[in-house]
């Protein structure tokens, strides 16, 4: 079982970066997929971005390749999102997820692969 907790959401203008952290606890994350998902109001939750188990490989959704960057530290057994160039449409509920993987590259972009969710936190962005 793993237990995540998200942080580091709240309101931010255009423009602006916000770092989110994504603190699991239960078990050591290294053997772990994790994720990024958002869900703004009366959407879909979506993919924003992934990596592997060892943070070597990434991957990211198209409307935040390039802004957002995705990173783990397993020591600290948290996962980290980094958003810059915010704009209006990224405002949304944000997800931590995980699920144990043993291959080397990262999952895919469906949420159906991930076992374990975090509560979420609010990034509002004001243009």
């Known amino acids: 079982q793993v237990l995540l907790v998200e942080s580091g959401g709240g309101l931010a203008q255009a423009g602006d970066s916000l770092r989110l952290s994504c603190a699991a606890s239960?078990?050591?994350?290294?053997?772990?997929?994790m994720g990024w998902f958002r869900q703004a109001p009366g959407s879909e939750r979506e993919f924003v971005a992934n990596?592997?188990?060892?943070?070597?490989?990434?991957m990211y959704a198209g409307s935040v390749k390039g802004r957002f960057t995705i990173s783990r530290d397993n020591a600290k057994n948290t996962v980290y999102l980094q958003m810059n160039s915010l704009n209006a449409e990224d405002t949304a509920v944000y997800y931590c997820?995980?699920?144990?993987?043993?291959?080397?590259?990262?999952?895919?972009?469906?949420?159906?692969?991930?076992?374990?969710w975090g509560q979420g936190t609010q990034v509002t962005v004001s243009s």
């Open positions: 239960g078990r050591s994350v290294s053997d772990y997929a």
């Open positions: 990596v592997n188990r060892g943070g070597s490989r990434t």
């Open positions: 997820a995980a699920t144990f993987w043993v291959a080397p590259g990262t999952p895919g972009n469906s949420k159906s692969e991930y076992v374990y």
